[in-house]
């Protein structure tokens, strides 16, 4: 029997994420926090093809780095959403370290409750049954020609219109697939 990488850190990750339920008692937690490698994130901001005027949401947004990366590369609004109050913090001052205070925003919120409406580029690193969960409000609120880039795990029978495997700086595989809205459910 074959065991993947993915399956190990998948399963790992829902530890993670009970243990976190338990002793913080953060029952809101639903995903937990792993860096995505900056190769990674610099990847996937590609992979939507972010451009001057977009608005790039991140899901989960961690210590921030997708929505810092966003915003000083290419010069557009980011927002992330974390519920942990130590990753917003670490947020806080990675936006100040790199100077984009202008651009970047972190907000406190639970991801299921964001509307997403104002966004065309959504990032997220989730698990793959709060993909599922978000699902219906992806499809319901983001506008035709927005780009959803997610981080190792799919939607289920959405099929991507691209599908990339790369490796990060540690040899660690990593998968990442970009939807456009007008045709995610095809």
Do not use: C
């Not at 990488?5 to 926090?33: C, D, W």
């Not at 919120?109 to 992806?138: C, F, G, H, K, W």
């Amino acid at each position: 029997m074959k065991i993947h990488r993915k399956s190990i850190s998948l399963a790992i990750a829902l530890l993670f994420v009970q243990a976190a339920s338990i002793v913080t008692g953060q029952e809101g937690k639903i995903v937990p926090y792993v860096p995505t490698p900056q190769e990674v994130v610099e990847r996937m901001l590609e992979m939507a093809q972010v451009k001057k005027g977009d608005i790039v949401y991140d899901l989960g947004s961690g210590d921030g780095r997708i929505v810092v990366t966003a915003a000083k590369k290419y010069g557009v609004k980011a927002i992330g959403f974390e519920i942990d109050p130590q990753r917003i913090k670490e947020s806080h001052e990675n936006i100040k370290k790199a100077g984009v205070e202008n651009l970047v925003e972190i907000r406190q919120q639970d991801i299921r409750t964001v509307d997403l409406s104002p966004a065309n580029v959504l990032t997220m690193y989730l698990l793959p049954e709060v993909n599922l969960m978000i699902r219906p409000n992806i499809w319901k609120q983001m506008k035709p020609g927005s780009r959803i880039v997610s981080h190792d795990f799919d939607m289920a029978e959405w099929k991507p219109l691209k599908t990339e495997h790369i490796k990060d700086a540690s040899n660690w595989d990593h998968t990442l697939y970009l939807w456009h809205i007008e045709g995610a459910k095809k």
